[in-house]
């Protein structure tokens, strides 16, 4: 009999061709003669960036949330889009995250392209049933004769010392929910660029963004080749354990790899970049090389998707490894008070922690 | 929540025509129908109170798993619907089998949704009737976002008939009291989408009374948040069609959203689950039926000289649709397997491709297994 778990095909595009063989091209960047279009920004203003390349190319994209026009957003992410696209284009709504959600559906159905903004992490429940319940599911209900083109983009997980449903990471609940695609940027480069990507899927894309990564600047090459959206990415090659997070984690990882070299450990870091679907890839072509896999993420660890890729890299490469996968999350505890929130979130030093467990068996 | 001095009413339960002083604005709407159109108001409803019935049996003989009857609101139904135009859109909940029939439905979408080989039955673009919506309000935020839509196309208020569009949602007593519900109002009124809010309060939530769902006849809510309403008579299906027809028009006129409240009545049970006489009284039934909105129309319409050769005409005519329905009720088959991966995305998707064909490639495992042992599988 065929067992599903030992198939390793199922990737959306061909791993091998996307996987960069060195860190220094995991940023897709242009050839050098399109050095201007490389620009340096912060992820929020490659978010803004790509969301005004998405409203000038296609008339039917259309965003909504709550004081996202004359405010910009609480993080400014579509500051000056109103201004520049008018209120029907950008539209404020009324505060209720349902209504947001549900409207957004009416106007998908219309042939409209929403994407909506829910203001943090905590606030999104509201919005639950109308994203589990019926955007999910309408395109399944429909047999196919409606598509659901919606974004919802949600600033996510800890690091800002923020008040209570202002830190949390509950990208598990929608990775659970079939219908839905979740991903989460962690470059400015890839904020650019999958924002833009999820807006042109025909399907309803939960799209994460590690709000403690909104300001720092990186690279974006505005003229660069996208990945594609599910595609995973080896963000720093290595040969002896290989990490795999991601939105703020990934820059944890990339610490904790480059402590672990001056110890002389050499570490492999996979930016998933997609939470549903998984591009596994990249992933058990690094755990057939390094033997060891830890899996890491700000959301707690119990039924998470560090707990999935745990189980299916057990199930596929359970001959290569050379230890178990381990697992580094936030405890399964509500999210803390921000003055012990250190304690909660994975450091660079938990990672490493993890690194020397997975090396002593 | 009993009819007031305000309840727009314009053919009494006896039959006659005795528009209430509340109806007035709204007669002219009536007045441009014909006898053409009461006897097709007519045909409506016996057409689907026979499918109806027919549906329930279907069900108490094992070819559904659940039926939601609509018998006692078809008047509601029947004249809201006949109110709407081609280019309108409805969102019902999962009770408006007659307004399925007069939007153009095959009503064997309904049976097949009860019977479990299919979510969805029909394709909402070609008759502008979407999909039953199960989880009680959702789809009024739907209906809602669909006529933002319709405002930022430009399709309200241009003054052309055949192409101002307005959306039309159904919903229940019990759906007032979801969050949905009233979010939508808030949604309809801050854009003032070109919408009308059409609400059958047949007074119970399965076992629950309206008293439960509202303190305040329900039409009166949606005024606080800056929507018009009227209540009307909901067995009435002049009352039902002239009203509906003016809060349509307003809505496509580029006038805002509206809300009518119609007082009819759950003759039947919730569902075929469902023991009414658990919570309900026999006066309370009994009351009702004598509000019947079929009968009242068919004194009308004796009264302005139609025969018994017309009445059987169309009883024949419902028996037919009922034969039908039964009859391709009884040769729907098991959906394919691929029923289940199909359409869970649009676009491409990793794994439900593998678990398509994993699941494919177990099934086809079975296929040199000896029928003798077939039993053993189960």
């Given at each position: 009999m065929t067992d599903i778990t030992t198939a390793q095909t199922g990737v959306t595009v061909d791993s091998e061709a996307i996987a960069p063989s060195s860190p220094a091209q995991s940023m897709q960047t242009a050839p050098a003669?399109?050095?201007?279009s490389i620009q340096t920004m912060p992820l929020g203003r490659a978010l803004n960036a790509g969301l005004r390349k998405a409203l000038q190319d296609d008339d039917r994209v259309l965003l909504m949330g709550e004081d996202i026009g004359t405010l910009g957003g609480v993080f400014r992410v579509t500051e000056g889009l109103q201004k520049e696209f008018g209120p029907q284009r950008v539209i404020d709504t009324p505060l209720a995250e349902s209504g947001i959600v549900g409207t957004a559906i009416g106007l998908a159905m219309r042939g409209y392209r929403p994407v909506c903004e829910i203001q943090f992490d905590g606030f999104i429940y509201p919005g639950f049933d109308q994203i589990t319940s019926q955007l999910a599911k309408i395109t399944n209900r429909h047999e196919g004769s409606v598509s659901m083109p919606v974004v919802i983009r949600v600033p996510y997980g800890g690091h800002i010392g923020a008040i209570e449903h202002h830190q949390e990471s509950p990208e598990a609940y929608f990775a659970h929910t079939a219908g839905l695609r979740v991903v989460s940027p962690s470059t400015p480069n890839d904020a650019y660029w999958m924002i833009q990507e999820a807006i042109a899927s025909n399907d309803p894309v939960m799209f994460f963004e590690p709000k403690a990564r909104y300001w720092p600047k990186g690279e974006v090459s505005l003229a660069g080749n996208p990945v594609p959206l599910h595609a995973s990415r080896v963000a720093r090659e290595g040969t002896e354990v290989t990490l795999v997070g991601h939105g703020a984690m990934v820059t944890m990882l990339l610490q904790a790899a480059e402590l672990a070299a001056q110890e002389g450990t050499s570490v492999e870091v996979i930016?998933?970049?997609?939470?549903?679907?998984?591009?596994y890839g990249p992933i058990l072509q690094s755990v057939h090389k390094t033997g060891r896999l830890v899996v890491a993420q700000e959301a707690p660890g119990f039924v998470s998707v560090g707990s999935e890729i745990a189980a299916t890299v057990t199930e596929r490469a359970f001959y290569s490894l050379q230890a178990p996968v381990l697992r580094v999350a936030g405890f399964d505890a509500p999210f803390p008070p921000a003055k012990v929130e250190s304690l909660y979130l994975p450091d660079a030093d938990r990672v490493l922690d993890a690194i020397d467990r997975s090396l002593a068996y | 929540m009993a009819e007031s001095e305000t309840t727009v009413s314009l053919l009494s339960a006896e039959g006659r025509l005795e528009p209430t002083p509340s109806a007035e604005q709204f007669l002219p709407y009536f007045e441009k129908l014909t006898e053409a159109d009461y006897r097709q108001f007519y045909a409506d409803m016996a057409q689907i109170r026979a499918f109806d019935a027919e549906a329930t049996h279907l069900q108490r003989q094992g070819?559904?798993?659940l039926w939601p009857p609509s018998t006692g609101q078809e008047g509601a139904q029947v004249g809201s619907a006949r109110a709407s135009r081609p280019q309108d859109h409805i969102f019902p909940s999962y009770r408006e089998h007659a307004v399925g029939l007069i939007r153009g439905i095959d009503l064997l979408g309904i049976i097949e949704l009860m019977r479990g080989t299919t979510h969805g039955g029909w394709n909402p673009q070609e008759t502008n009737f979407h999909l039953y919506t199960l989880v009680i309000g959702s789809q009024a935020l739907h209906a809602t976002g669909y006529a933002m839509g319709v405002t930022f196309d430009g399709a309200v208020g241009t003054g052309d008939p055949e192409s101002d569009t307005a959306v039309m949602v159904y919903f229940g007593d019990g759906a007032t009291s979801q969050g949905d519900v009233s979010e939508a109002l808030v949604f309809a009124a801050s854009f003032q989408t070109p919408q009308v809010f059409f609400l059958q309060n047949n007074h119970w939530a399965i076992s629950v009374p309206v008293s439960t769902q509202s303190?305040?006849?329900?039409?009166?809510?949606p005024r606080g948040f800056g929507i018009p309403s009227t209540q009307i008579d909901g067995n009435d299906v002049f009352a039902s069609y002239a009203v509906t027809a003016k809060y349509l028009d307003d809505a496509r006129s580029g006038r805002g959203p509206g809300f009518i409240e119609a007082l009819t009545?759950?003759?039947?049970?919730?569902?075929?689950?469902?023991?009414p006489t658990k919570y309900r009284t026999d006066d309370e039934l009994a009351s009702w039926v004598k509000r019947d909105p079929v009968l009242r129309l068919e004194t009308y319409l004796r009264g302005l000289g139609a025969d018994d050769a017309f009445f059987d005409g169309v009883r024949d005519e419902a028996a037919d649709l009922a034969a039908d329905i039964r009859r391709r009720t009884l040769a729907l088959g098991t959906p394919p397997v691929g029923k289940i991966f199909d359409h869970v995305y649009s676009d491409p998707h990793p794994v439900i491709e593998e678990q398509r064909e994993w699941l494919a490639q177990y099934e086809a495992?079975?296929?040199?297994?000896p029928a003798s042992a077939e039993g053993e599988r189960a």
């Open positions: 003669a399109a050095v201007d930016d998933l970049r997609s939470l549903s679907p998984i591009d | 070819q559904m798993g303190r305040v006849p329900l039409y009166l809510r009545y759950r003759i039947g049970a919730h569902t075929t689950s469902d023991d495992s079975f296929d040199d297994v």
